[in-house]
């Protein structure tokens, strides 16, 4: 039996593996701050009641489950910021305020860049168990990212690219 044999959860972790997962916790966990901003300013209750359902669905059991993983290997996690507390957006100036679109473009910007990282990280993984839960969390992430691209043509925040539409059929 090699080093790499038997139940993954005892193989060490590669450096590529902690690196990748320690920056993914990072920026789950600056995610998680900057939802709750969005969410203060957010006016819109479905952007908002989703902004919340990411935060409890799919950020904060990512950022459980990747520090169980690396503390579990004695690796050293990165800072959490303290939580926001949540304010009325009518509390905030509306020359300061983001709006509903830029929120959900920022978000789904998020959503992109985290899924083109996880899916990086997951081709490097050579423990199973670590790939399988980056796997499920993209899943999640995709699925995230269909739900706000719903509410975003709903709400006339999408604008789309030119659209090709076939006139060559058309008499």
Do not use: F
């Not at 490097?124 to 995230?144: G, P, V, Y």
Request: charged share 25%.
């Amino acid at each position: 039996m090699g080093i790499l044999s038997g139940n993954p959860k005892d193989e060490p972790m590669h450096c590529g593996e902690v690196y990748g997962l320690s920056a993914q916790l990072a920026a789950a966990k600056a995610a998680k701050d900057g939802y709750q901003v969005y969410c203060n300013h957010a006016g819109d209750k479905d952007l908002k009641q989703y902004i919340k359902g990411v935060i409890k669905n799919s950020i904060e059991p990512s950022i459980e489950e990747v520090e169980a993983v690396l503390i579990a290997n004695d690796i050293v996690v990165p800072p959490t910021p303290a939580e926001r507390p949540e304010v009325d957006v009518e509390q905030i100036p509306a020359g300061a305020r983001l709006q509903d679109a830029q929120i959900a473009y920022a978000i789904a910007k998020d959503i992109a860049t985290g899924i083109t990282a996880m899916s990086t990280l997951i081709t490097q993984c050579i423990r199973e168990d670590i790939a399988m839960m980056l796997t499920q969390q993209n899943a999640k992430a995709l699925k995230d990212g269909a739900a706000l691209l719903q509410i975003m043509k709903e709400k006339g925040w999408l604008v789309p690219p030119p659209l090709h539409m076939d006139t060559k059929n058309k008499e």
